[in-house]
């Protein structure tokens, strides 16, 4: 079933300001921890789109469907970290190779970061959000060398993206 986000009538009775977490597994240590940045007090909101990929918002999947679900539920004007990227190191960037949807690695990733980029800027127009995007470290170790080059070109198609974008890469 579609996931859902709750509700600020549901949110613990905290004077902090909700953050939404959006992603695959990786948004769930940081639910509902309390977090202090810009100035402000923030409490992490979870909003849990099991196993997320890059390569699946480029495409009509069920976890496409429930990431816009998630999306159209968030409040006008609020703030989300994007947790996006790691299941991408672990297969898609590799099949896209695989199966001569790009040349190398490099530019699969950056077939990947330009579809970032589609998204932030359609949640952006859409809902005139805050958007911070968190990379998953890599977990393995033969896997680094693919994750830093999907990172690279995530942060050159964020950086690019619009010069009003308020969107930043935490770690």
Known sequence: ?????????????????????????????SSWQHLTFGGKEWIVVPGLVPRLSLHDLSTFTGSRRMFDGLVQQLPFKSTIILSIGDLDCKGPLLTAVEEGHAETIDEAARQSAKVLQETVLAIVKQKHTTIFIHYPPPIVAEMVDITMTLWRALDKAVSYTHLTLPTKRIV
């Open 1 to 29: 079933g579609l996931q859902y986000i709750p509700r600020h009538s549901l949110l613990p009775a905290v004077s902090r300001e909700p953050v939404y977490a959006l992603g695959d597994s990786h948004v769930l240590p």
